[in-house]
């Protein structure tokens, strides 16, 4: 049963401190999403990624964040430094622009992030 | 600027009942739309996509209409069941077809007994 996983589930963190939040997309999939979701702002995208180049990150704070693709199976959303704004639950997705039939995003199961 | 409007208020309604929740946007003409699922501390479940050229789609008790005149998408549950309570969002590709969606809030659905 492929599907995509997220560690870690949760963090709590000090306001200053360095997180990193690990996505591993599922096998084959060629385009991985990482989105932000808060009550107030809802489901936002932060980074795009196709064959592992970045091709969208104009939603994400550029001083600091940043996301990576090191390889296929391994995505990385890093802040630096953490904020208790930045405290929402973070999303990864995969998809794959080889099948546009449904063009269906699967998502994991999120990061909660809590910045105190 | 683009928009997208889904109610902000909780529907609620009783077992048995169909239930109906709108997707509106504005400024854009999407290829498509996708419905999704989510559960609480779940991530969303992609449920159904229709385009453009497209009136209608169903899937078991799910139907989903698409106006593209009235920049609208209702989403249908037909014989509701509590199971079905869950936050439905709709996601538009406003990226002029380089396939990154664009999520509504999404409206939850309490499916009464």
């Known amino acids: 049963d492929a599907r995509v996983t997220q560690t870690p589930r949760d963090k709590v963190t000090e306001m200053g401190q360095e997180v990193t939040m690990r996505c591993q997309p599922i096998?084959?999939?060629?385009?991985v999403f990482w989105y932000r979701q808060t009550m107030m702002q809802g489901l936002e995208l932060l980074a795009y990624?196709?064959?592992?180049?970045?091709?969208?990150d104009s939603g994400m704070p550029k001083d600091r964040f940043s996301a990576e693709m090191p390889d296929a199976t391994l995505a990385t959303l890093k802040i630096q430094p953490s904020e208790p704004r930045d405290s929402a639950v973070y999303f990864c997705?995969?998809?794959?622009?080889?099948?546009?039939?449904?063009?269906?995003?699967?998502f994991g199961p999120g990061t909660r992030l809590t910045v105190l | 600027s683009q928009k997208i409007e889904q109610n902000s208020e909780a529907l609620n309604i009783q077992e048995g009942k169909t239930a109906t929740l709108t997707c509106n946007y504005t400024n854009y003409s999407p290829a498509y739309l996708q419905w999704y699922r989510q559960d609480p501390g779940r991530g969303p479940v992609f449920l159904l996509l229709?385009?453009?050229?497209?009136k209608e789609k169903r899937k078991e008790r799910l139907k989903v209409t698409f106006d593209t005149t009235l920049k609208q998408s209702l989403f249908h549950i037909t014989a509701s069941q509590p199971a079905d309570s869950a936050t439905y969002l709709c996601?538009?590709?406003?990226?002029?077809?380089?396939?990154?969606?664009?999520f509504g809030r999404g409206t939850s659905l309490i499916v009464h007994p």
């Open positions: 997705a995969s998809g794959s622009t080889l099948n546009r039939g449904q063009d269906e995003q699967f």
């Open positions: 990624f196709r064959n592992r180049a970045p091709l969208d």
């Open positions: 229709i385009r453009e050229n497209e």
């Open positions: 096998l084959g999939h060629n385009t």
């Open positions: 996601a538009l590709d406003m990226s002029g077809g380089s396939y990154i969606p664009t």
